[in-house]
């Protein structure tokens, strides 16, 4: 509350001008720069001071049209191979437009995050002033009372934005208006972070009580909290147009060289032995290639488990839960110590850094798990805390291994193969899997009504595509890529706008190829959703090294520590 300042009273424009005639005019911009029906919006990154006063000559850097005078924020910036920049701090932001107004004295209404000033046929009618430079937000709670309270449906100011109000007289006819807004700035030595909170120039005509946003058109845009709220959804709407197509065309100036590092990966894949799909058993039903590996691992595990002799010790029921209980707390996994794993059946039979196989079958005496967990193993005994292993414990141990240690993947004692899934059941699990929530009934309809032969593959088609993938993925790849997210201010491991690079990468159906590429160069916005921020997340004393085991583990399945 405490960043909010009000400005009241009623001033015809003449007597406000005389009150700014000490101020600079804007920077140049003329009526016929400005499209018909529509908001010029030109964003200036050079040229503005980084102290609390407007730009003399501000250089344009970027242009784009909106709807009206009603701004929440701007069009991204985007770099490289269309991730997001950074833009300079602070910004100059000007919209203009050639507006209708009718005849009579018109209350005038100006609302911003930073300093904002309006400009109408070329007179200051109405200025906001700088943010204040404490932002501590230690303000009092009755400044609210304070707030302009000018109509019935009045929409009240949210925190944080300057406002002020005057009438403006006219004989009626096109006025030429120009909006200008500073985005961030500093408070002392501290960056603002760059936001329009709500931009807005409002009108409230001679003898009405309610408001409306300004603009070029002549359908009327309630500013009300309802109209506010409809408006805005369709400005982030078009907004998320005007990125997606800077995206994707910042991707096609690098198309060439993606082009041309994709054929060479085809044309090597093309000079290699296809892997045979295997025959499945009548006994197992398959869908698709995947289907066949699966049941035909099966298979061999069963084959396997009929032709090899079963000794009297059960590796299920006995063997498996003893070295769940007693040897997993320490090996199992990849950071096991002494580098002895005995979750696996080849690593135990390798054995560790200090001994020799873990496991030889068909001789527990030369077996070096028997000798660790013996009474003879002194202080070296395994466990090393708690109580040993008792003797019907370890005998169980030796007569498996005498036995052959026999060893199966899984128990396929009594294995039957699941029958396959229909496809309603495949349709709600993709919904699921893909976009986070049950299919509709409309979903459903149109699923039901494909062909059968190809139904499940246009569903998948479908829900890769729809935004919602992008929504309930992105947490997915949050987890995988150890982002610690905080949502307002991005800190040492704590990157929060970063999750903006994934969601528009899974916007964008981006191949992973160039993903993980962008990932790897850590380019654009630290602060502001470019995969720069993912050199701040998890940072520690290596981060770079961190950086390397997180994009080995998620990508190529292997924990490479800090190779």
Known sequence: MDELTIHRGAVDAEALASRFVHNPPPPPVNPDMVPEGKVLIQISEKGV???????????????????????????????????????????HVRASALVQLPAGKHRMLLRGRGAARLTIDGVRVLETPFPPNDTGGHGKVSSQDNYLDLGPDFRFAPPGNREVWGEFQTDGGEHFVILETMIGGFAGKNPRRPEFGETVVAVSPEGEESWSLLHPGTKRIPYTDEGWASYEARHRQHLAALDTEARERMRALNGTYWSERRLAARTWLA????????????????????????????????????????????????????????????????????????????????????????IIPGDAGGSSLIFRVGRDAEDDIMPPKGEPLSEAEVAIFEQWIDEGARWPQFDVADFEPTPLATDLDFFRRLALDTVGVPPSEAEIAQFLADDARSRRINAIERFVSDDRWADHWMGYWQDVLAENPNLINPTLNNTGPFRWWIYESLLDNKAADLFVTELIRMEGSERLGGPAGFGVASGNDVPMAAKGMIISSAFLGVEMKCA
């Open 271 to 358: 000079s290699q032995k296809a892997v045979s799909i295997p025959t499945l058993p009548k006994a197992f039903p398959a869908h698709n290639e995947i289907d066949h590996f699966v049941g035909a691992k099966i298979a061999e595990v069963q084959a396997q488990s009929q032709t090899t002799e079963k000794g009297a010790i059960d590796y299920f029921e006995q063997v498996q839960p003893l070295l769940e209980a007693r040897c997993y707390d320490c090996h199992q996994g990849a950071k096991a110590k002494g580098d002895l794993r005995l979750d696996q059946l080849s690593a135990a039979l390798k054995g560790g850094k200090y001994d020799g196989p873990a």
């Open 49 to 91: 001071p980084s102290g609390r006063s407007w730009p003399l000559d501000p250089e344009v850097t970027e242009t784009y049209e909106e709807m009206a005078f009603g701004l929440v924020d701007w069009r991204q910036k985007y770099v490289g191979t269309g991730v997001r920049g950074a833009r300079a701090n602070p910004s």
